[in-house]
């Protein structure tokens, strides 16, 4: 529950829905889907058998495995990524905290002055490190595991009301369409590239996450039935994110582009429930399935630097729970500010390779939300695959698993020496724009 609530998150809330509507709609979740089964998972497993081979932090599995300083490297990147990640990821949560109380008293807001206003989104930011900390100080049996196991099911159980009713408003049979009927002439190297960041973005593989989970595991815990439950869980709330929008945007407001971009949730949707009978407390309640699935996702970001602290420094899990969450508030403020135009944190620039990134909310999601985890992947493929005994892993594996053997086995061997390295090279030659425009596919 812990790992799936890291993996389910606003990546499949907030960030599906707009990166399909960008995309072409059915065509996208079709590409989606089978880049979670044939890139998604094999990762996912490689990530959980390091994590419980070494019983370490992500710099601690690479260490105990055998591996250099420069392997050591991917560690450190993924308590960075988790860092500098959770820092940004918090402004939007702050976003979904002021909403759910807006709909609740239905008080129209305007996204747009709403974001760039600091003595909103600060506080409100802060708000949520706080609810963060106050989860990964209780540890990993009396925090997250409780937390888990009360927000994940409370979060199932709004998506699908919501989706309900989203589908059965008149009019929602062109939005069901539009979404899970793809149109195969619109997948296009762009379409698979999106498909594949979200994939990872979303499985929350190559962010140390599972590495770290995995490193809590015991012997006869089955890995392979573990990370399938994962992936379907993540692969069923981005799914059913999608049924809360579309139907309700075709349905209540036709017309509208469904190219929202990020603003697509803030913007588009609570004009949506406007349009419901009920729809504030519709509203509400989708705000706060936005807060739990980001809080689900946060303390797992918390937990891989805290878990560093914790095993490498041994610091006490309190003084390694405030000193990383205060630090991250400290870091949240220029992404909480980028907002506001003319300013200096919106107007900065950053650029690599191809890649010009404008703001600094922007620049924190490309640098450590995008290049630096399909660098991770990439390195941790290459790591398991070659630099070691890919033999070692799949054991792990098997160990808690009797189903891994022969086919499966061999393909997961497969995957990890050679398709994954090489479709995550191709992502990451494009994303430095290598191929034309940057994340463009050519």
């Known amino acids: 529950m812990a790992a799936a609530g890291s993996a389910v998150g606003l990546g499949n809330?907030?960030?599906?829905?707009?990166?399909?509507?960008?995309n072409g709609g059915g065509a996208f979740v079709f590409v989606y889907a089978i880049c979670v089964v044939l890139i998604g998972l094999p990762l996912l497993m490689n990530e959980i058998s390091l994590g419980r081979l070494s019983g370490k932090n992500p710099i601690g599995a690479i260490r105990a495995t055998g591996g250099n300083k420069f392997w050591q490297i991917a560690g450190g990147l993924c308590i960075l990524v988790c860092f500098c990640v959770l820092s940004y990821y918090s402004v939007i949560a702050g976003w979904t905290i002021g909403y759910i109380f807006t709909e609740l008293i239905d008080i129209p807001v305007d996204f747009k002055e709403f974001q760039s206003t600091p003595a909103y989104v600060v506080p409100l930011c802060f708000l949520f490190i706080f609810m963060t900390i106050g989860?990964?100080?209780?540890?990993?049996?009396?925090?997250?595991?409780?937390?888990?196991?009360?927000?994940?099911?409370?979060?199932?159980?709004?998506?699908?009301?919501?989706?309900?009713?989203?589908?059965?408003?008149?009019?929602?049979?062109?939005?069901?369409e539009y979404y899970l009927k793809p149109d195969f002439s619109k997948i296009t190297g762009k379409?698979?590239?999106?498909?594949?960041?979200?994939?990872?973005?979303?499985?929350?593989?190559?962010?140390?996450?599972?590495i770290t989970f995995g490193s809590y595991l015991p012997r006869k815990a089955n890995i392979v039935g573990s990370a399938g439950w994962i992936a379907g869980m993540d692969g069923i709330v981005a799914l059913l994110g999608g049924l809360m929008v579309f139907p309700?945007?075709?349905?209540?407001?036709?017309?509208?582009d469904p190219a929202g971009g990020p603003a697509l949730v803030f913007d588009v949707l609570p004009k949506v429930f406007d349009a419901m009978p009920g729809g504030n407390i519709v509203g509400a309640l989708f705000f706060l399935l936005l807060l739990v699935a980001a809080l689900t996702s946060s303390i797992s970001m918390l937990e891989v630097p805290v878990a560093f602290f914790i095993d490498e420094k041994k610091w006490?899990?309190?003084?390694?729970?405030?000193?990383?969450?205060?630090?991250?508030?400290?870091?949240?403020?220029?992404?909480?500010?980028?907002?506001?135009?003319?300013?200096?944190?919106s107007t900065?620039?950053?650029?690599l390779g191809g890649n010009v990134q404008t703001g600094f909310f922007d620049i924190?999601?490309?640098?450590?939300?995008?290049?630096?985890?399909?660098?991770?992947?990439?390195?941790?493929?290459?790591?398991?695959?070659?630099?070691?005994?890919i033999g070692t892993f799949a054991d792990e594996l098997a160990s808690g698993s009797p189903e891994f053997k022969g086919f499966l086995r061999g393909a997961w061997i497969f995957f990890i020496k050679w398709v994954c390295p090489l479709i995550i090279a191709l992502v990451l030659l494009d994303t430095l724009g290598a191929f034309g425009t940057p994340q463009e596919g050519g």
């Open 316 to 345: 006490s899990r309190q003084k390694a729970a405030w000193t990383v969450g205060i630090a991250a508030m400290a870091l949240s403020i220029p992404s909480a500010l980028s907002s506001i135009d003319g300013n200096f944190f």
């Open 248 to 256: 309700a945007l075709f349905a209540l407001l036709p017309g509208k």
């Open 135 to 176: 989860v990964v100080l209780g540890g990993v049996s009396g925090g997250i595991e409780k937390a888990a196991k009360f927000l994940m099911p409370v979060l199932l159980i709004i998506v699908v009301f919501i989706a309900g009713r989203a589908v059965t408003l008149e009019g929602a049979s062109a939005g069901i």
């Open 348 to 351: 900065i620039t950053f650029k």
């Open 191 to 210: 379409t698979i590239l999106q498909a594949l960041g979200q994939a990872f973005f979303s499985m929350s593989v190559g962010w140390g996450l599972m």
């Open 364 to 389: 924190m999601d490309f640098v450590f939300g995008t290049f630096a985890v399909v660098l991770i992947c990439f390195m941790l493929s290459l790591y398991t695959g070659w630099a070691k005994k």
């Open 13 to 22: 809330i907030w960030r599906f829905p707009y990166i399909t509507g960008e």
